[in-house]
T-cell receptor, first 115, second 117 residues
Framework: AQKITQTQPGMFVQEKEAVTLDCTYD???????LFWYKQPSSGEMIFLIYQGSYDQQNATEGRYSLNFQKARKSANLVISASQLGDSAMYFC????????????FGTGTKLQVIP | EPEVTQTPSHQVTQMGQEVILRCVPI?????FYWYRQILGQKVEFLVSFYNNEISEKSEIFDDQFSVERPDGSNFTLKIRSTKLEDSAMYFC???????????????FGDGTRLSIL
């Protein structure tokens, strides 16, 4: 079974500052993918970034980077230069490798960016 | 950029009525999913669908639920006799074929908010 733990129910960050959202996971699968999704107050689920378990380098997508530490089973999301539009719920998620595997989500972290 | 589209955005239904939620996945995707999110809670997997059959389903996906791909583009979730506890946001998702990478991300639609009265 897979498990995702997000221990920060809420976070505040000053506009233009960087923020790290924590995520730890547990799995016995040898190959898996880790994801972060953003859910604004309007409700949609927006894919942000993906890290494969065998990827040597940390994933980056614009202002988003994933700090992947496989031995610690952590996959923290770093948002650089926070913007007001970054205020949202952020979900860490994972799935086994393979086409139709389900995604397991964490409980989420609510990020609020302060002007 | 191609996206998953879901209709309706909000559905209000009387308890005991049947409801059909509709989704148009991204056109070259082969794997389709339904998830639900009860208000204030985390997203939960319901079912995955590939090659016109269910690949996996969760314990939430009981006999009241069914999925169908009636044509080449739509993917539907039917709840036969709705209960109050079915009130939730329902997300459809799709992903590319597995041979494009070891774990392709699932792209989600904007969701259908289902309210059971």
């Amino acid at each position: 079974a897979q498990k995702i733990t997000q221990t920060q129910p809420g976070m505040f960050v000053q506009e233009k500052e960087a923020v790290t959202l924590d995520c730890t996971y547990d799995t016995s699968d040898p190959s898996y993918g880790l994801f972060w999704y953003k859910q604004p107050s309007s409700g949609e689920m927006i894919f942000l970034i993906y890290q494969g378990s065998y990827d040597q380098q940390n994933a980056t997508e614009g202002r988003y980077s994933l700090n992947f530490q496989k031995a610690r089973k952590s996959a923290n999301l770093v948002i650089s230069a926070s913007q007001l539009g970054d205020s949202a719920m952020y979900f860490c998620a994972m799935k086994r490798s393979g086409g139709y595997q389900k995604v397991t989500f964490g409980t989420g972290t609510k990020l609020q960016v302060i002007p | 950029e191609p996206e998953v589209t879901q209709t309706p955005s909000h559905q209000v239904t009387q308890m005991g009525q049947e409801v059909i939620l509709r989704c148009v996945p991204i056109s070259n995707h082969l794997y389709f999913y339904w998830y639900r999110q009860i208000l204030g809670q985390k997203v939960e997997f319901l079912v995955s669908f590939y090659n016109n059959e269910i690949s996996e389903k969760s314990e939430i996906f009981d006999d009241q639920f069914s999925v169908e791909r009636p044509d080449g583009s739509n993917f539907t979730l039917k709840i036969r006799s709705t209960k109050l506890e079915d009130s939730a946001m329902y997300f459809c998702a799709s992903s590319e074929p597995a041979d494009r990478g070891d774990s392709q991300p699932q792209h989600f639609g904007d969701g259908t908010r289902l309210s059971i009265l």
